[in-house]
């Protein structure tokens, strides 16, 4: 009987290892097929071989598999030695690594609407999880289908206009407001279930087995090509139910089944600066991510070995579709990608979730797997979320409409000399005008070098760090080269105008707070108070109001530190 009994994919064709702790070698199980023999007796085509298939077409078949706050560094060494991921480490061996793959902006909703229009967050306006892009914009997958592609999304979507919690969007708009306020409930670990709870995350699993079962029944007697999308919702934390139907996502729960999946000896406490040593705009986001009172080495620990077990359980829900695909013979025609909208701290530099242009947040997995593709190759070249559009055009052969802002990686991964030869540029960049920040940040990252402006890049100052040497980004190097920090800034302002970006996002939370203020009448007072927020917005009611009154009628931009 398969590791996962049947719960994750079906013994025949499951990928998961044998037998408990898998050995440092690395190895596991495609079927009855061990990888790494196989990748010394047979060429790599031989490796997606599966079952017969009925498909019959010149296209190949497309599968994105995005999962939410899914840190990078997990998916290569030395991060992959923390967390066994059998799943991501099969795409690593038979596909392409992307090493420096950043969202485009380290929150959910933009991130994925920059990732399905192929364009800035600032070009589409997509200012937070509650305004991004129109329900009627045009996507990859919308042209996939146009041009003959059967296409299917199950899943997390979430990169439209109008969703998410009212506390989100007001926590967003009132960013500039000079309070403080702890608006997320203290990280928590939760052990649930026994070694046989391995389904924890349902809605997924749910979502999973649906994919599995299009692949099985739709896909496989397509006689188009097919793009099929799945969005998964973890390893997001879970919402803290203890703090009422308000809260949000701060609890990292996990089973023992998928705890035994972590190196608890390789799981390391993060260096953290002290809270006055913190750039302000770290500090804020420390505090309102209630993050800023003392934690044991115990707990800290605890919240990042469940967090690295919630990775575990999606890498496996990849394995069900991996494992649908090879059953029905369908991986040597379909180029598989896996990715994240962005990462997720799990308590470096003493916060959780994301909204952070820290590597932790920002960086994301990037794995590419097909017909055509280098097999085992690792790319260091720097790429983001806005590259996936154009990417997977190419692969489809279809020609790219309109002005994009990302550009196809297929000619650093392709076996083919017949494709674009658009080069890259060097740099990548991330953007970030929502909640828990407050102040409009934006990252450069050129070479070894990362840059952080902030706001109007006057009243905030920026961070500089040197990723390659300060690893841990604890060391702002700022003002010790200045003649970087100008070149950075110089670069940066050539891409975006981000004074007149942050001025617009500056206008536009003012208008929408001041009309959803006037929609709610006489029952302001009592909804304002009753959100995410609500423990320290009681604690001086007048002075609250007070202040969201001042920012609201002021003509100027203060920034609160």
């Known amino acids: 009987m398969c590791a996962c009994a049947g719960r994750c994919c079906p013994a025949s064709s499951c990928l998961l290892e044998q037998g408990g702790q898998r050995s440092s070698a690395a190895r596991w199980r495609t079927g009855s097929l061990d990888v790494h023999a196989l990748v010394k007796k047979t060429n790599t085509s031989q490796l997606f071989q599966g079952g017969e298939s009925s498909q019959n077409v010149t296209r190949p078949n497309i599968v994105m598999v995005m999962s939410d706050a899914f840190d990078g560094r997990l998916s290569f060494e030395p991060g992959s ?52 892009l129109d329900a009627n914009s045009t996507t990859w997958m919308d042209l996939l289908e146009r041009n003959g592609y059967r296409t299917k999304m199950l899943g997390k979507l979430d990169y439209t206009s109008g969703s998410h919690s009212v506390s989100n969007r007001v926590e967003a708009w009132t960013r500039d407001v000079q309070f403080l306020l702890r608006q997320e409930g203290r990280p928590v670990a939760q052990l649930i279930g026994n070694m046989s709870t391995r389904r924890i995350m349902e809605k997924d699993w749910k979502n999973t ?53 972590v190196s608890p000896e390789l799981v390391s406490v993060p260096k953290w600066l002290p809270m006055a040593a913190m750039h302000p705009v770290d500090y804020y986001s420390t505090f309102t991510k209630n993050c800023s009172s003392d934690f044991t080495e115990e707990e800290i620990k605890n919240i990042r070995t469940f967090y690295f077990a919630m990775c575990a359980e999606a890498d496996a829900m990849l394995g069900q579709v991996i494992s649908a695909l090879r059953e029905k013979g369908l991986l040597a025609n379909t180029v598989l990608i896996f990715t994240a909208d962005h990462g997720e701290l799990a308590m470096e530099h003493r916060q959780f979730y994301k909204m952070s242009m820290f590597e932790g947040s920002s960086r994301v997995p990037l794995l590419i797997m097909g017909p055509g593709l280098k097999s085992g190759l690792q790319v260091h070249q720097l790429v983001s979320l806005v590259d996936l559009y154009p990417t997977v055009l190419e692969i489809a052969g279809i020609s790219a409409v309109g ?16 494709v674009s030869k658009n080069e890259h540029p060097e740099w990548v960049l991330s953007e970030y005008h929502g909640c828990n920040a407050n102040a409009s940040t934006y990252m450069l990252r050129v070479g070894h070098w990362k840059y952080i ?26 003002l010790r080269f200045p003649d970087v920090q100008a070149q950075l800034d110089k670069l940066l302002r050539s891409i975006v ?9 500056h206008l536009y939370n003012k208008n929408r707070f001041a009309a959803w203020r006037d929609s709610l009448g006489r029952n302001y007072t009592e909804v304002i108070a009753n959100l995410r927020w609500h423990i320290d917005w009681q604690k001086d009611i007048l002075a609250n109001e007070k202040a969201i009154d001042t920012w609201l009628h002021g003509s100027s931009r203060t920034f609160c530190i």
């Open 209 to 261: 087995d649906k994919a599995a079962q299009w692949i099985r029944q739709t896909a496989a007697i397509s006689k188009e090509p097919f793009a099929l999308y799945l969005g998964l919702n973890l390893p997001h934390p879970y919402r803290t139910e203890s703090l009422g139907p308000t809260a949000g996502g701060s609890t990292f729960r996990s089973s023992p089944y998928w705890l035994t999946k």
């Open 497 to 505: 105008d981000y004074p007149k970006v942050s001025s617009a996002v």
């Open 403 to 418: 002005n994009l802002s990302g550009h196809s990686v297929l000619p650093l991964i392709s076996t083919s000399r017949n």
């Open 81 to 132: 030695k923390v967390v066994r991921l059998p799943y991501i480490n099969y795409l690593r061996e038979l596909g392409s690594t992307f090493l420096n793959t950043y969202t485009n902006s380290p929150i959910c909703c933009p991130s994925r609407a920059a990732m399905w229009s192929g364009q800035y967050v600032h070009l589409s306006q997509s200012w937070n999880n509650y305004k991004c």
């Open 453 to 478: 402006a902030y706001a109007d890049g006057i009243s905030v100052p920026p961070q500089l760090f040197n990723v390659t040497v300060d690893k841990d980004e604890l060391h702002n190097v700022v």
